[in-house]
């Protein structure tokens, strides 16, 4: 016998191929039934704009009608709203309000943000962490010091004072964003531009800030869109009825016995237009402008 014959026999394994590689704009949820996907998206699609309908159709609907399909359709509401609530002037107001909020936040979240990015100083760190600290401070706690402040300078009852309040209140998360903006334009491009002879301001006016354009609008349509929709501060520092804004002026539309809720629905839909024709502009830049904030240079 051979001793190829006496060794025993080596029992072969049969192995499974590899699983595939996955080609290329090939992913793993293409696998998952398409049922499973849009489900759950229009669930929740339906309970977002539920609302809204519903909103529409009180506005739209004849006063006393109980009909779910806003037929036949009347603008009487928004007539009332616009002339007899005197919502014109709450529009025009909180306009002025967004814009001033929106330059002044911008300018000085630019400059703080170009310092915290490009110099280093001692209490850095402490800055950045008493920007951060101050996010979680509601703006009910800064009512009474920016009251005492306001009275002192004689801004009571005045649109400056809600855009200080505005400006000071978003200051530190926009100037957050600013800077981190900023770190992620190479220092290189302002010295390539100081040895063509520009000064640092020039520098930073031809060559960092055109780069800063997404960020600059993130930080400003933020700031412009809290300031809309704040209520607190208008509140408080706005007595006159002709100085108040859109928040203010929905405030008014209901009182402790009744509430007119065409009236009501009517203003909501003014108020939100803005902010949806806002963000329907500048969504692409929002989302990039955020995102490249967040990244940390």
Known sequence: MSIKEAAPAVPTVRTSP???????????????????????????LLFTLIPFYWILLFALRPAGSTSLVPWPMTFDHFD?????????????NSVLVGLATLVMTTVVALAGGYALARFDFKVKRAFMLALLCSQFVPGALLLVPLFEIFAELQMINSLGSVVLAETVFQLPLSMILISNFIK???????????VDGCGRLRAFRVVVLPLLRPG????????????????????MFLNNQEKQTVPVGLNTLMSADSVDLGAL?????????????????????????????????
């Open 80 to 92: 009332k709203v616009w002339n007899e609530r005197s919502f014109g002037t709450y529009f025009q």
């Open 18 to 44: 590899p699983p595939p590689r996955p080609t290329k704009g090939h992913r793993a949820w293409d696998e998952v039934p398409r049922w499973q996907i849009y489900l759950p998206l229009g669930i929740y």
């Open 216 to 235: 600059l609008i993130a930080v400003g349509s933020f700031a412009f869109v809290h300031s809309w929709n704040h209520f607190l501060f208008a509140l």
């Open 265 to 297: 629905a009517a203003g909501g839909i003014i108020a939100a237009v803005p902010v949806v024709i806002v963000f329907a502009f500048i969504q692409k830049w929002l989302i990039t402008g955020f995102s490249a904030g967040a990244v940390k240079g």
């Open 184 to 194: 992620n334009v190479p220092y290189s491009l302002e010295e390539a531009a100081w």
